[in-house]
């Protein structure tokens, strides 16, 4: 199956085989990285450093961002160069560079929205519950950083014990995918790109829907604590 042919299969062009699809997020994943880089900078500079909880939560997310944005950066750079999608951008990688992309990018964005929960609760603990600071750093924080760094290091490792993390003819990096998508679309078995087991189909479905439960439990703790500040202000205020 030549990529002219998978191509055919589609009735649009999807945005990654563009230009802009891959110049754009190289320059919003650079932007992203040098933003972090800065914050890592400022409380480095600071009198506090990282001797507080908010300091060191921000580091800890602007670590995970830095990590995400700089793979999410390389683009198509590390894809192999021997897959049969169309990208505007480069393929240079292998299949090991291309698993690594994608592992460092699950690993940074689970990692970032566990750190972004973890930030939103330390404000409802201590603008809503006047929580003493010694407490959040020796019960909060472990909790926090125990939570984050499970999800961060054992989702993608799952998915790269599975194998699934490949190329996507609609991302222009590395991600949890079926190789080729069509396999698992329409699910033609007789291609002989198809190197998936017959349970891969099953174990991409079981895992994503995990996936998508732990980090609609991450979303909903985010919003439960800025709702439980903005609520509190609000009554500060009205009072």
Known sequence: M????????????????TIAGFILPCVNGLISACSSAVILHVIRKSQDKFSTTYHRIMGLMSFFDIILSLLFALGTIMMPSDTFYKFAGPTLGNRATCQAQGWLIIFGFTGSTAMYAALSWYFMLTITFNVKASKIACI??????????????????????KDLLNPNPYDIFCTIAPYPQSCD???WYDWNYCEWAENAISDYNFYMNVTINIMLFTFIMIV????????TVFQKNKL
């Open 2 to 17: 030549s990529s002219l042919d998978l191509e055919s299969h589609h009735f649009y062009k999807p945005f990654t085989a």
């Open 140 to 161: 909060f924080e472990p909790v926090a950083y125990l939570y984050t760094f499970c999800q961060a290091l054992i989702g993608p490792s799952v998915y790269l014990s």
């Open 185 to 187: 679309e329409e699910k």
């Open 224 to 231: 439960l604590g800025f709702s439980v500040i903005l609520w």
